[in-house]
């Protein structure tokens, strides 16, 4: 029997916080909130989620998985985003035709070209 992927885990100073952005981001809605984690999901009974739990310490390197979203306008959204907190970021992608940012704890993801018209 093969596995179905549930969630995504993301270790976070502020749980709370960084899910409210991620939901927002995604157009996704908090589904559980306790102290040790908070889930948000596209509805309640949709999966995968992505859950955010406390950690002590910051981030301090790359990340080794990251979460690729493509919009209908890569320029509007990457805006959108920045205004929301996220950051533009150089992890080394050199010339690439998406656009690398982090979240307001140093997460990084890419923001890639829409797919109309490909």
Known sequence: ??????????DSEDPARLARGWAEALGYQIVNEEP???????????MPGLVFTPVPDAKTVKNRLHIDLR???QESEVER?????????????????WVVLADPE???????????GQ
């Not at 029997?1 to 993301?10: D, G, L």
């Not at 990084?108 to 109309?116: A, D, H, P, Q, T």
């Open 1 to 10: 029997m093969a596995s179905r992927w549930e969630q995504i885990v993301v």
């Open 36 to 46: 040790g984690e908070v889930e948000i999901r596209r509805t309640p009974d949709e």
């Open 71 to 73: 919009p209908d306008d």
């Open 81 to 97: 985003l920045v205004d929301m907190g996220a950051r533009p970021v150089d992890i080394g992608q050199g010339d690439v035709s």
């Open 106 to 116: 140093g997460n990084e993801f890419c923001v890639l070209k829409s797919s109309k």
